[in-house]
């Protein structure tokens, strides 16, 4: 190619790495999170079973007098797993699994929305992973008529290998949920 063209493209190649690199930092590895206050639930969505000690931990603080939990679900054989922390009832709480339809950040946001309105939630906190909350807010802001607070437990990436992978998918997917702007 001869002229102003491969500049050109590396140039708008390099704008686009920027651009990319800026979101992730925004919203896989800085996301905006909430302090821990009193919710009428708090919903912890998949996998359970990667956060859920600190999780229970958290909610044995008082902060909410239910917990939702997704429950994982074997994709080969659609069994539930995981599921000892289901129907425990203690220090003012009780923790209920759900599974959504379809089982995705977004059907769990539909599941928040739906039981938010039936149970005429005013507060619900979601928690997750670090690198799943931006995403999960704009999902579950867009889903429920209450004021969603986002809370982040588990580990995160330790290595620069897996902030890459979280940072690829996660930014892939929040893009993806700025296009389709359904709950």
Known sequence: MRGP???????????????WVSV???VVAHPELDETEVVDAAYLIGPAETRIEETL??????VA??????TSVNA????????GHCGLQ??????ECVVPEPYSTRGEARLLGREAEEQQWERVAVVTSRPHAARTRLLMERCADAEVLVWAVGREPGSWRG???????ESAAWVKTQVVRDC
């Open 24 to 26: 992730c930092v925004d």
């Open 163 to 169: 902030w890459a992978l979280s940072s690829v998918y």
């Open 5 to 19: 063209w491969p500049s050109l493209l590396a140039g708008m190649a390099l704008a686009a790495l920027v651009g």
């Open 90 to 95: 203690a220090g003012g709480y009780r923790v």
């Open 65 to 70: 007098p239910l917990l939702m939990a997704t």
């Open 76 to 83: 080969e054989t659609d069994e539930s797993y995981a599921t």
């Open 57 to 62: 931990a958290l909610v044995d603080t008082g």
